[in-house]
């Protein structure tokens, strides 16, 4: 909830983990929509992640009753979170559309301050998102595994 508040967004607005309800909201309404970029199965990638991290950090991002985004990371041997998926609903007319990353990027931010680790990274990059990205105070990292790496320090 830190996030909505810091980005002053409305009571309408809240941050969960992954569970029931956004496994549900994701596969009745953004399962198979012909407006995905990804293909990423969230129910499987969030149990995978929430079995397989104990420090993981995921996020079901709503607006009433509308599941707007998804993300999810960890910490990796105590030097950096990395949000390794992130997802805005595919409807281009969904309640945060353009908010979803601003949320996101200070959850992960606030989480990476809390454990007291040194760096923010994004895996799995759209290329079409890095400027957006690069003003948000982040670099390319191609040496961090994969050509849409990006860090912020």
Known sequence: MLAVAKLGLGSDVRCEIIAGAARMA???TWFGHRDRSVDWDWAALSAKFQNGHPKCFNAAIWHDTTLCGLAIGAMNRDRFVALDFLEGHPDPMHPLKGQVIGIALTMAEAYRQLIGVPELRLHH???NLIPLYTMQGF????DLGGPHHMVRR
């Open 26 to 28: 994701f596969t009745e």
């Open 125 to 127: 990059v759209d290329p």
């Open 139 to 142: 670099a390319l990292a191609p």
